[in-house]
């Protein structure tokens, strides 16, 4: 008993280490936004790699979840004789949930693997090193344009998401099953409010910067080389998902 007690202190004094070392490795970075130089052309380079690269998977993702909202949604509402509420039960399950989660699960896939992999090659390469010889800091250069990238990029993905989704949901609703277009949108405007909106915008703002702050963090503090690299990228996915599922909760919970 005396073994397991201490393993649970062990763990959790190791959590709240390395979550105390991720916030002071999260503000050292963005601080230095507001250092001169200003790396615009940086920025703009993780934006197309984290936003516009990622603009296939979040077609495909969100039109085919929208395609079995609304199918699942039908078959369940015309129990009830409600079929005109499809256009409500698809917006709201994408607007507040689906969208901003499964946006961002998306982005740490094919995005924050890929950052931690690129950070952890430069760290067991000593290239990071070679920027501080050279009085570049790695965290301004590196680091920081990829944290605004992502909290810019993840939101503008989760709109698209939404949309892509909506439509996806009126082709099988309106097209195939033949529920009417009215009644599809005129639900919608009449279901959505601001709250979720916004509730959804607060999520996508948090996961974005989750994302990218473990895919940096696990990358920037690789060890043993290949092997290390080749850990840092699981543990940098493994860990994102659960933190977006947790805050998913936190913020849903806030937002009700």
Not at 4 to 33: D, I, K, V, W
Not at 81 to 106: H, N, Y
Not at 109 to 133: C, F, N, P, V
């Amino acid at each position: 008993m005396t073994a397991l007690l201490r393993r649970f202190g062990h763990f959790f004094l190791s959590l709240a280490q390395e979550t105390g070392r991720a916030m002071l490795f999260l503000f050292a970075a963005l601080a230095q936004a507001f250092v001169p130089p200003y790396r615009f052309r940086r920025l703009w380079q993780e934006i197309y790699f984290i936003g516009c690269k990622s603009l296939l998977i979040i077609f495909l993702t969100a039109a085919f979840t929208g395609m079995v909202l609304a199918l699942q949604g039908y078959y369940t509402l015309r129990k009830y004789g409600s079929e005109s509420a499809l256009g409500s039960v698809v917006a709201l399950s994408l607007i507040r949930e689906l969208g901003p989660v499964l946006a961002a699960l998306m982005v740490s896939g094919r995005a924050g693997s890929a950052i931690t992999a690129e950070i952890g090659i430069m760290r067991i390469t000593e290239q990071l090193d070679a920027m501080d010889t050279m009085a570049v800091n790695p965290l301004q250069y590196v680091v920081m344009p990829k944290l605004l990238a992502g909290i810019i990029s993840v939101p503008l993905l989760t709109a698209i998401f939404n949309v892509v989704g909506i439509l996806g949901g009126f082709l099988v609703g309106v097209l195939l099953l033949g529920v009417s277009s009215g009644s599809y949108f005129s639900g919608m405007t009449q279901s959505v409010v601001s709250l979720d909106v916004n509730g959804g915008f607060v999520k996508s703002l948090v996961f974005g910067l989750t994302i990218m702050l473990v895919a940096c963090y696990h990358g920037y503090f690789t060890e043993r080389g290949a092997e290390g690299v080749s850990y840092a990228t699981t543990r940098t996915v493994v860990v994102s998902a659960i933190l977006v599922l947790a805050w998913d909760y936190v913020l849903t919970s806030f937002f009700m």
